[in-house]
T-cell receptor, first 119, second 108 residues
Framework: EVRLVQSGAEVKQPGESLKISCKAS????????IGWVRQKPGQGLEWMGT????????RYSPSFASQVTISSDKFTTTAYLQWDSLEASDTAMYYC????????????WGQGTLITVSP | SYELTQPPSVSVSPGQTARITCSGD??????AYWYQQKAGQAPVLLIF???ERPSGVPERFSGSGSGTIVTLTISGVQAEDEADYYC???????????FGGGTKLTVL
């Protein structure tokens, strides 16, 4: 069974750093990409970026390049999303999702990680 | 940057057919995907590669495409279909993935 299990909710202050995780199981981790998707409260889905664990190559959507870092560890089959300095505007639900390397769409999703950034 | 455009809302009565469109210049070149997101839940893949349905998705959900517009059709809408629906695709080079703004389906 394919599973993507994300780390728990976080409450952080502006300026703090954060790294959230997405643990994959039930499939060959290096044969599928992992993407990260942001959803601000009451708003739509935004694609942040994608990592290909086979070669650790990552691509960022223009709005998120230089704002976050996406990484992965093929030995622990885990993908990560990290911020060096959070802002209040980063408050959102963050989802990881998996997809076939030949396709752009995601067939499995994590349960989401809620990040709240507040003074 | 590349954009996909969806109507913000669609309303139908139970048993009727709902059609949700998604337009984008690169859709003739790039596959479209459709997701359903119910309140408080993660998105679920409904349609991939424009028209294909993953196993477990009811047959009343179907996808089609013509030129720069793709359409999600829900036949015989049920109350449980009330949700937000998002199309997703990639830009013409396939480099960047993008979502449409989402469509809220209301079952009257």
């Amino acid at each position: 069974e394919v599973r993507l299990v994300q780390s728990g909710a976080e409450v952080k202050q502006p300026g703090e750093s954060l790294k959230i995780s997405c643990k994959a199981s039930g499939y060959s981790f290096t044969n599928f990409w992992i993407g990260w998707v942001r959803q601000k409260p009451g708003q739509g889905l935004e694609w942040m970026g994608t990592i290909y664990p086979g070669d650790s190559n990552s691509r960022y959507s223009p709005s998120f390049a230089s704002q976050v870092t996406i990484s992965s560890d093929k030995f622990t089959t885990t993908a990560y999303l990290q911020w060096d300095s959070l802002e209040a505007s980063d408050t959102a639900m963050y989802y990881c999702a998996r997809g076939n390397v030949t396709l752009a769409g995601a067939d499995y999703w994590g349960q989401g990680t809620l990040i709240t950034v507040s003074p | 940057s590349y954009e996909l455009t969806q109507p913000p809302s669609v309303s139908v009565s139970p048993g009727q057919t709902a059609r949700i469109t998604c337009s984008g210049d690169a859709l003739p070149k790039q596959y479209a995907y459709w997701y359903q997101q119910k309140a408080g839940q993660a998105p679920v893949l409904l349609i991939f590669k424009d028209t294909e349905r993953p196993s477990g998705v009811p047959e009343r959900f179907s996808g089609s495409g013509s030129g720069t517009i793709v359409t999600l059709t829900i036949s015989g809408v049920q109350a449980e279909d009330e949700a937000d629906y998002y199309c997703q695709s990639a830009d013409s080079t396939g480099t960047h993935r993008v979502f449409g703004g989402g469509t809220k389906l209301t079952v009257l």
